[in-house]
């Protein structure tokens, strides 16, 4: 009893019980009843931070990021394979201070191209930076590009009907999750005019027939120029589009294909995959040409099914692959990871 007597004994245990149940209560969230601490012995006084998470009251605040990582930036670049590139890109940034946080670099035999990303920082302006590297790209046949790590690129999502790719989209995007501006959703339909415009984005219902194809595409290009669009994302938009849409945005429009590319091409490939009894189904996203899905793959994804499956059953089975697809494939686009290579893509996920 630490020469306490038994009845103070047994009230500082049943104290030590309930601060330890106050404890948990604080550093898992419950949602238990506050315990209660009896007698007259003093409370304890938590920390206000616990494992680095600030808490006020019961809500909790993420910890404060550090500044520095605001100034960060990313390069991108590819150009003909030569030796020597890493050495003069690296050098060049170890001549202005910067420091390197993350280098990803593949060297393709095929078509001997090269191709770089290079996360740095810290720096509030990287002007130093242009003419080394223009002199740099005109030795070496380079396309690059320097841009805030924090920069988010505005997108279009264009829909038809089917939702689950625009909602994933629109939740990634809400909740921070998705790095990008969402500030037009383009549908040849009406149904999600509530939905998108509730979010404080701007919805566009424009229909489309064979003979006004051209016109509405028009207007989607006017609608790219005004808001300003660095990507297209097709999001179960069941139209296909035209020739001179895929070539206005070529290497801008990331399609979902519910299917497993190369098989299944077309209108209801899980029907079609059905009629075959295919064991695996999944989903692909890609960039859009000309030709009907065609394009270089960014990201595939599959799940198992069996004979059992009903077509219905497929589609259900696949709406989750392709949101997962989709969304992983615009994440990695908008952090500068997906390189066009031919007809196929580099990707540093």
């Not at 393709?108 to 509030?124: E, I, L, W």
């Not at 194809?213 to 609608?223: A, G, P, R, S, V």
């Not at 270089?296 to 709406?319: C, F, W, Y």
Request: hydrophobic letters at 40%; charged letters at 20%; proline letters at 5%.
């Amino acid at each position: 009893s630490n020469g306490l007597s038994d009845s103070k004994a047994s009230q500082h245990q049943d104290w030590l019980m309930a601060a330890n149940r106050t404890r948990f209560y604080l550093l898992s969230g419950s949602n238990c009843a506050r315990p209660t601490l009896k007698g007259s012995l003093p409370r304890v006084a938590f920390p206000s931070t616990v494992f680095g998470i600030q808490r006020s009251g019961f809500a909790t605040k993420k910890p404060i990021r550090n500044p520095k990582m605001a100034n960060d930036h990313i390069l991108t670049l590819s150009c003909p394979d030569k030796p020597g590139i890493v050495h003069s890109v690296t050098g060049l940034l170890a001549q202005q201070g910067l420091n390197i946080l993350d280098l990803q670099q593949f060297s393709d035999p095929n078509s001997n191209s090269f191709f770089m990303r290079v996360h740095f920082g810290d720096a509030d302006d990287v002007s130093s930076l242009d003419k080394p590297f223009e002199d740099l790209a005109k030795d070496r046949e380079m396309t690059y590009e320097i841009r805030p790590k924090s920069y988010k690129p505005r997108v279009m999502i264009m829909v038809s009907k089917i939702e689950h790719c625009l909602n994933s989209l629109l939740f990634a995007q809400r909740t921070g999750q998705l790095a990008i501006e969402i500030p037009v959703v383009v549908s040849n339909h009406p149904e999600f005019k509530t939905l998108v415009e509730a979010q404080g984005i701007e919805f566009h219902h424009l229909p489309v027939t064979q003979a006004t194809k051209l016109d509405q595409e028009k207007q989607i290009l006017d609608l790219c120029t005004q808001h300003n669009i660095s990507l297209i994302v097709l999001a179960r938009y069941m139209q296909i589009l035209t020739p001179g849409l895929c070539t206005a945005m070529s290497g801008r429009i990331i399609n979902i294909h519910h299917s497993f590319l190369p098989s299944f091409k077309g209108a209801k490939p899980y029907h079609q995959a059905f009629d075959r009894g295919v064991k695996i189904i999944g989903a692909s996203a890609h960039f859009v040409t000309k030709d009907l899905d065609e394009g270089p793959i960014i990201e595939q994804r599959v799940v198992r099914v069996g004979h059992a499956n009903s077509a219905k059953e497929l589609v259900e089975e696949g709406s989750g692959v392709e949101s997962q697809v989709l969304l992983g494939a615009v994440k990695w686009w908008s952090e500068r990871r997906v390189f066009l290579n031919g007809g196929k893509t580099v990707v540093f996920n």
